[in-house]
């Protein structure tokens, strides 16, 4: 049994894909062309936004944003403390300074009431400027924007949302990816519509800021290709990606999003009274980058793990570190005691198998592996 069955979705779509790879090749054009810029076309108008810029990774997407912004030394950017570590990254990659914050701890998304508090200490106890809150859209959940906006706008900050894991979801009629000044999102193989490599985007609805990243991914291109206009970088999508993201970007909009969201009813019916399950507020639907449990203890989660994988069974945890105590940000000199809550999940949540292909009796003999081990 595989995590995330990349190899049954390949299966199902051989022809369309293989033909789309065999496009690109005997067109020997590899880099930007027709097929970019009808993928582009394609997931603005499924998200609902007007501009979607491809770029060479999710990281990049983030870090394009970021440098379109002049974020830089001095500026204070906040993340939630429970997340991938690309998140917090390009905050200092930048030269910029990532304030983390705890998560819900029902949704895991970046709180808005402890986002508030962090804000109005920064502003009191340090020389840093609040400037941007990057919200992630957790485990495919898009977080709390009605209340994000609110802040952002009381404290005059910019949104960007990362959208790496929350591609199909939804927040009130709204999809995930046209939330904040801009967003982003990746295709790494494994995140909800994954590429056959690395692949990312940025969507936003503004003009002049879709214009700054597109030069800064292409070397700071002006007008004239030759004309370099500022220091960019390269960070384009391969053209045989594109390709494979547009038959991909099809079977997500025709049945791989619902299918997720139908293995995730019968894994809570299943689960509900056994272990705590995820639970999607009303108004949101989420893409289920990942199905994620949490256990009583570290123990039972740990001894859970081993149980699962001695059947066959392969779960994850995700994440195991929170932000605040990674080693590359030991310099930040972060209170362990303001993230309990993302400092708990580390300790008790464990991913299990998630994909549009999972088999009802794989969904079954999973579930009762855990009713199992948890009642015994
Ligand atoms: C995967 C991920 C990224 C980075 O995307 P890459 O394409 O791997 O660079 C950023 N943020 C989050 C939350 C992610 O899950």
Known sequence: MEFRDLKKQYCKYKKEIDHAIYEVVTETNFISGTHVELLEKNLAKYIGVKHCISCANGTDALSLVLRAWKIGEGDAVFVPDFTFFAT?????????????VDV???????????????????????????KVIIPVDLFGLPADYDKIEEISMKYDLLILEDAAQGFGGEYKGKKACSF?????????????????????????NNDELAEVI????????????????????????DTIQAAIL?????????????????????????????????????????SFAQYTI????????????NELMSKGIPSLIYYKKPLHKQTAFNTLNNVDEDYAVSNELSRLVLSLPMHPYLLDSEIEFISKSIIEFVIR
């Open 88 to 100: 917090a990254e390009v905050v200092s990659l930048v030269g910029a300074t990532p304030i983390f």
């Open 104 to 130: 819900d701890p029902i949704t895991f998304n970046i709180d808005p009431i402890k986002l508030e508090k962090k804000i109005k200490e920064v502003k009191v106890l340090t020389k840093l400027n609040p």
């Open 180 to 204: 904040g000044d801009a967003a982003t999102t990746s295709f790494f193989p494994a995140k909800p519509l994954g590429c056959y490599g690395d692949g990312g985007a940025i969507f936003t």
């Open 214 to 237: 597109k030069s800064l991914r292409v070397h700071g291109k002006g007008e004239d290709k030759y004309d370099n206009v500022r220091v960019g970088t390269n960070s384009r999508l």
């Open 246 to 286: 547009d038959v991909k970007l099809s079977a997500f909009i025709k049945h791989e999003l619902s299918d997720v969201n139908n293995i995730y009813q019968k894994y809570n019916e299943l689960l509900k009274n056994y272990v705590d399950v995820p639970l999607i507020p009303n108004g949101l639907v989420s």
């Open 294 to 305: 949490k256990l009583k203890s570290q123990q039972q989660r740990d001894e859970l793990k």
